[in-house]
């Protein structure tokens, strides 16, 4: 059995290590008790993958959630064929693209389809075939098959927002933001910091009428 200390560590500075996994049922007996009773604590316990997740530095300096946060902007799903995919969501749920694109940054092509009338904020479903066979999305999908890639939210200042989501401890992925759909601007937060789901951080360009 691991020594455990009597207190998970606290991250001292902004650069938090990628967060360790528990495998000693003891341990992380003792680490998901000892952040129950004590909520100052500076890691969580994910307890459906024993992983412990250092979510934030100060956990309450949030408080009252991430500044500039919008609201949801559209769940991405990789899949191997763009078009397959398409014809299978307008086939079975009626949904219409909105908007397709090749996004060379990413190595992706891209198509935003929404339940109709109401095309805008957080009510998409981005569908993401890539475009090289290097690229991230391939790996996932060679990884784990097609299925739910990320989840966006909006933010009215990405670069804000990723800067308060580090400070957290949280990966965020890109130092500066990139071009992402319709002239946006994104980020994103790694998975393994997430419990499992890349977090996508998008800034929409002023003029997209899409915006809001
Ligand atoms: N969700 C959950 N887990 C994931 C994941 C994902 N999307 N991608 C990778 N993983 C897991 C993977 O299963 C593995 O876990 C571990 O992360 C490392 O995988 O337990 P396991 O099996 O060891 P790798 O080595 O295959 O992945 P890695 O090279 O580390 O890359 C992961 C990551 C998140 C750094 C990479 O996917 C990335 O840079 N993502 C950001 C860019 C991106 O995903 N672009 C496509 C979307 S573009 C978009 O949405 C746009 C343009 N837009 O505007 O909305
Ligand atoms: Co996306």
Request: net charge negative; with cysteine.
């Amino acid at each position: 059995m691991i020594n455990a200390s009597p207190r998970p560590p606290r991250p001292q500075s902004d650069v938090v290590p990628g967060p360790p996994t528990i495998t000693d049922p003891m341990l992380y007996l003792h680490l998901a008790t000892t952040a129950q009773r004590d909520s100052t604590l500076a890691a969580r316990v994910n307890h459906q993958s024993g992983t412990l997740m250092f979510m934030t530095r100060r956990p309450f300096d949030l408080n009252t959630g991430l500044p500039g946060l919008l609201g949801f902007d559209h769940v991405g799903i990789a899949v191997p064929d763009l078009d397959a995919a398409i014809n299978f969501y307008r086939d079975l749920l009626g949904l219409q693209v909105v908007h397709r694109e090749e996004n060379l940054d990413q190595q992706v092509a891209e198509a935003m389809l929404t339940t109709g009338e109401n095309g805008a904020l957080g009510n998409q479903l981005q569908l993401l075939m890539p475009l090289a066979e290097d690229s991230v999305l391939n790996r996932f999908l060679m990884r784990r098959g097609s299925g739910l890639h990320h989840v966006a939210y909006a933010v009215s200042d990405v670069r804000s927002a990723s800067s308060t989501l580090r400070k957290c401890g949280v990966r965020v992925l890109y130092d500066a933001p990139r071009a992402g759909t319709r002239g946006s601007q994104i980020n994103f937060v790694h998975p393994k910091d997430t419990g499992g789901v890349l977090l996508e951080l998008v800034e929409h360009a002023a003029a997209d009428p899409q915006n809001g």
